[in-house]
């Protein structure tokens, strides 16, 4: 029998349970993928907790959004996909259907080939950050050598996927963290400038004297209430706050005056509408894989464990952590 982790409800990741279960043929439009591996994500965590851009629509439910496998069996009117291959699936609203399991069913217009050149782990860690990261940096805010973007909690995989991407185009890349022993870490990843928050009294005023009075022209931004009122008066003309999370559990009170003055635009920002876009998710496709290929990108693993430590994932992804990248679960198939 094949194994999945389910939640019966919003209690978090120790109500996770374990249990077998049939795998069932793919229905019209669908594959199935033989999972080896999937990747733990926060918002995850946070749907665990009825707190995501999305809600389960029934119990038991699986969680998880990110995985790769072999396809090994397709249903009616699957084009472009080879039995046998290994895909990725695409962050979605999967709702009930998500990838924590030894084999999952998948509309195969959320997934895409596999890179050549990664392994499953690898395969199965890359598309949540780098996607997530690439339709703020790339297509929306059109990072470039005179744009100053803030990075909050860079840290976290899709913040430091920004500043890797960023990078790439030359951007001034300014980043938060909390710990100096960080520094090293996002100055590699792609940062131009680092603020540890614990050490500085006026963020607004350093990110003016960093990007010499004239602001910042995006911020990209998954923590909340604590973090956003501490960067807006430094908000550049016309400056857009991409809100993607809210990692200190808090919707944030927007700086309504600040945003007056600077004719900014709160965006709330979730990478699952631009899946759905099929011409924007192939051009993130593209971009992806091919810097992917080209190694521009790189996978980051920080930890791996196997199908039977998924809770213990969950504890060691809620605490602090001396290590970055990506936690990720072998199946074993």
Not at 85 to 91: A, G
Not at 297 to 314: F, G, H, Q, R, T
């Amino acid at each position: 029998m094949a194994r999945e982790w389910v939640i019966n409800d919003y209690s978090g990741f120790k109500g996770l349970v374990l249990q077998e279960f049939s795998p069932q043929k793919p229905g019209p439009g669908e594959i199935r993928l033989r999972v080896e591996a999937f990747a733990l994500n926060w918002g995850d965590m946070d749907l665990m907790l009825d707190r995501y851009s999305f809600s389960f629509n029934k119990f038991p439910a699986r969680i998880g959004m990110e995985a790769a496998g072999i396809v090994d069996a397709m249903g009616e009117g699957v084009k472009g996909i080879e039995l046998g291959k290994r895909y990725c699936t695409l962050p979605y609203f999967y709702y009930n259907k998500g990838a924590s399991a030894d084999y999952v069913n998948i509309n195969a217009q959320y997934v895409t080939q596999a890179p050549e050149n990664l392994t499953a782990l690898e395969s199965s860690s890359v598309w949540m950050q780098f996607m997530t990261a690439y339709f703020p940096m790339v297509e929306l805010c059109k990072a470039s050598k005179e744009k100053h973007i803030l990075v909050t909690a860079g840290t976290g995989t899709a913040g430091n996927a920004a500043l890797n991407i960023g990078k790439m185009f030359d951007a001034n890349m300014i980043t938060t963290t909390r710990f100096e022993n960080n520094r090293d870490y996002l100055i590699n990843s792609g940062a131009s400038h680092v603020l540890v928050t614990n050490n500085i009294d006026d963020m607004a005023k350093s990110l003016r004297k960093i990007t010499n009075g004239h602001g910042i022209d995006a911020a990209f931004d998954p923590v909340g209430e604590g973090m956003i009122n501490k960067y807006s008066p430094a908000l550049a003309r016309d400056a857009t706050i991409f809100f993607y999370g809210t990692l200190d559990g808090v919707f944030p009170q927007l700086p309504i005056v600040d945003m007056f003055q600077a004719n900014a635009t709160f965006h709330p920002y979730s990478l699952f509408n631009y899946v759905e876009d099929i011409d924007m998710k192939e051009k993130g496709i593209d971009f992806v894989y091919n810097a992917l290929i080209e190694d521009k990108l790189k996978p980051n693993i920080d930890k791996v464990y196997s199908m039977e430590e998924y809770i213990d994932a969950w504890e060691y992804v809620s605490k602090p952590r001396l290590k970055h990248g990506k936690v990720i679960i072998k199946t074993g198939l």
